[in-house]
Structure formats: C-alpha cells, structure tokens
C-alpha cells in the first residue's frame, strides 16, 4: 500500500519547531511520507502559536489558506495542532469547519493514535488534555533545522504567571527533564550532526527548580560542555531574576558555552514591573547587567521589551529609553502591548492609544539601530570564528554565516564576500563591514577555527 503523504506546517518559535519536529517523527515513524507542497499530501498539519495576538492571527491565515488547499489537492484530512487549540478550543471547532482534528499542547505527541481512532470513527473533532506533555529523549523526533544547528528543549511550560503572558494556561506550570535524559538526547543530536546546540524553554534559568536542589542550569551547562561534541552551546530565554554567580562562573569556564545571554526585562518602570507580575527596577537591572559584563566581558545581551504596557506614562518611556541608551545591548527585540484575552493585564484600564505605541516603538528602534551598529562597528577589522550555513537568501554569490553572537532565527548574519566554506563548519573570517543587524566578512582560513 503507498504511505500516506502528509505536509506539515510549523509556526512560532523554536520551542514550538521542536513540538512539529515530534510530530514528523511520530509520522515518519509510523511510515508516513513527508511532501514539499500541501497540493500533494493527504493529511495537512499546521503546528500553531497563539502567544500574542498577532501569532494568533498568522496561524488563522495559514490554517484557511492550507484549508484551500485541501480543497484544491488530495487531503483528506486537516489537522490542527498547538497553541491554537489549547487557547481556543471548542470556539475553533464551531468557527473552522474546515478543520477535521484540533489538538492541544499535550494531544498532538498521539497524533498516529488519534488518527487511527479517527478513520474508526472514535474521536470527536477537538483532543484536548491539561497541558502536562514533557518530552523525553526517547519521544520520536526528526530534525527540520539545518543539519549542523539543533534545539535541546529543556524543560516545559511556565510558573512566572506574568499578567500580560498566555503561556501558563496553553502550556501548563514548569516541568524541567531530568539531567541524564538531556544529556542522552544531546548525544543523539551530537550524532545527527549538530554543532550548535540551543538550551531552550520558557525561562532556562528555572531549570531544576522544580527537581529539588540539584540539578539546576550550571550543572547541565557543564555536562553539556563536557560531552565535548558542541563548539558552541548557547543559552536563550533566561529570566533575569535567576541569573546567579554560579551560572556566570560556569559559563565563563567553558569555551564552548557561547557568551550570550537573552534576558527579558520586559520594561524598567517599578510600578508597570508590578502591574505586569514582575520585580525588578532600571537601578536593578543596570547592576544586573553591569554585574554579568564583568564576569563575561565578551558577552553579548540581549533584551525584549513591551511597550505600550496599561498606564505607562510618558515618564515610563523616558525612563524606559533612557536605560536602553545606557545599558547599550547588542541586541534588542521590541513588542507592542496586546491585550490577550484571558489574561489579567487584557482587564487593565488607562490603555495606551495605538499611534502612541507606534511612535514609542519607533523612538527605541531607531534608538537600538545607532546602538546595534556602534557594536558591529567595532568588529571591523578581527578576525573571528564563524558557522557557515550555505548560500545567502540575498545572491548566490554570498555565503552566509553567523558570529556565536548570532543566534539562528533570531539575530543577524555575517555575509561573506570572499573565501570558500562548507556548511556546518566554524572556520575564520576577517570582518570587513558593519550594519545594524548583518556584518560583511572574507573567509581567511579554510580549516576548522
């Protein structure tokens, strides 16, 4: 009998890449085809975000486009995966009639099972379940990312119960894996060819709070440094609250722990902290930050920051613009405030009118810009290791490649103009450019850096 083709859509972030890398590996492992176009599969998923607003509405468009697709090709059925429907629920089942199977946060590691029950008429339309699904190293997962670059998920959902945030109710409390699990699955990425190893989940530097005394985050940087098989192991998504001199000391220790840190701050303003369900002042976060520059004077930080948060004032946002003058991160990413429906903050009066918004966003873009580009500016001229990654989306004259400080999906990219390299090797390369996001670099050394 030929295999069932199935095309599968992923949307949002690398945690969720991990979640639809799962579900390609539960497919293919129960002798499913993966295809290139929707036009050509009997079975579409969509893996979907809902964590804002504007998430929410990329996942409706894609899942009514793909919808016409089933109609246009050979599917049979559509099924919907995620965030969405764990958000949403039965609200989707009467609005998307299109849809043949909605699964939650924890339902979509069955989707073979649910299938089969489905073609015997067993299930109904929407599979959800607490959200309490913790992968393992042995749960079926096929990587999508380039060969070289893969995603360890260290631990799921979130305890930090942020008034604005969704994710607690989408993905339940936090749940760290266990230390020997992680590493037994960084061995098998180590296997696939992974070079660059990501940590990743909703606050990485909760890892093992949850699990006793030990193990915590520096001893699973260690361990992972200690495999010996990742030139660069980088750390994303750490709550700044948890930042401690044991994790800073363990990172300065190893070569291969990348110096880069991502810290949502969010906002700096005492009282907005509050009303957002954080702590946390500008005076504290300024020690903060000068307090992991000196023990990693190479790092590269970087921040996120609502804007537009109920009640911030026009003193909020100087004081706001002033810290980021001040605290100069090499790498800033700036949201909007959305009310999302089901969270405290989307119940707060005193909104902030939209062009405000806009103009405040703009005022720190432009701000960041100047910032971003006196740091690349600096790299003109060294020498420095990078990860070749293939021909550049811009021209197939360019390779592109990334500085340890760049992490994949999120940051820049270095262009090289000159010299040849393999994909998925670290060689060296003379910087010749800079640009606010991108660097221009020559490839100086064809061995491995």
């Known amino acids: 009998m030929e295999p069932t083709t199935f095309y599968l859509q992923s949307l949002g972030c690398p945690k969720n890449r991990v979640d639809s890398e799962v579900i390609l590996g539960s497919l293919m492992d129960a002798g499913y085809k993966p295809v290139q176009e929707p036009l050509e599969a009997r079975l579409i998923v969509v893996n979907t975000c809902s964590f804002i607003e504007s998430a929410t509405e990329e996942s409706i468009e894609t899942i009514l486009e793909l919808a016409q697709a089933k109609k246009q090709g050979r599917c049979e059925l559509l099924v919907v995966a995620g965030c969405l429907p764990q958000r ?14 909605f699964l939650g946060t924890s339902s979509f590691v069955r989707l073979v099972e649910i299938l089969a029950r489905k073609q015997a008429g067993e299930v109904e339309r929407l599979n959800l379940e607490p959200p309490r699904f913790l992968m393992t190293s042995t749960t079926p997962r096929t990587l999508s990312a380039p060969f070289y670059s893969g995603y360890l998920k260290i631990a799921e959902g979130c305890s930090n119960r942020c008034s604005f945030c969704t994710i607690p109710a989408i993905r339940g409390p ?18 696939q060819g992974v070079i660059e190893l990501n940590l990743v989940a909703q606050d990485t530097t909760a890892y ?3 699990l006793g005394e030990r193990p915590r985050l520096p001893d699973l940087l260690e361990a992972l440094a200690n495999i010996g098989k ?14 401690d001199r044991r994790l800073l000391q363990t990172m300065a220790s190893y070569e291969s722990i990348c110096k880069y840190l991502d810290l949502p701050l969010q906002h700096v303003s005492g009282h907005l902290l509050k009303a957002m369900g954080r702590t946390g002042s500008a005076d504290e976060f300024h020690e903060l930050v000068a307090w992991i520059r000196e023990y990693l004077p190479e790092v590269t930080l970087r921040t996120t920051l609502i804007v537009g948060f109920p009640g911030e004032t026009d003193g909020d946002f100087q004081e706001l613009y002033h810290f980021v003058e001040q605290a100069r991160f090499q ?10 429906k089901g969270t405290r903050a989307a119940l707060f009066s005193d909104p902030v ?5 806009i103009q405040r966003v703009h005022a720190l873009a432009a701000l960041q810009e100047n910032i971003s580009l006196d740091y690349n500016s600096r790299l003109v001229g060294t020498v420095q290791p990078v990860l070749i990654e293939g021909v550049s989306d ?12 760049q992490a994949p999906e999120i940051d820049g990219c270095v262009l090289i103009t000159k010299g040849f390299g393999k994909v998925g090797e670290i060689v060296a390369a003379r910087i010749t450019e800079a ?10 050394d064809s061995e491995l850096f």
């Open 88 to 101: 949403y629920g039965r609200k989707l089942v009467k609005s998307m009639p299109e849809v043949d199977l």
């Open 174 to 191: 936090y749940r760290s894996r266990p230390l020997n699990d992680l590493l037994q699955e960084a061995e098998w990425l180590a296997s």
């Open 208 to 210: 093992g709070t949850d």
């Open 230 to 243: 990742f030139p660069w192991v980088r750390l994303l998504y750490a709550y700044p609250q948890k930042i």
């Open 331 to 340: 790498r800033l990413g700036l949201f909007a405030f959305s009310p999302e």
């Open 353 to 357: 009118e939209e062009s405000v918004k």
């Open 394 to 405: 811009e021209s197939d004259l360019l390779l592109q490649a990334r500085l340890s400080s």
């Open 435 to 444: 640009h606010a996001h991108d660097l221009i670099g020559e490839i100086v």
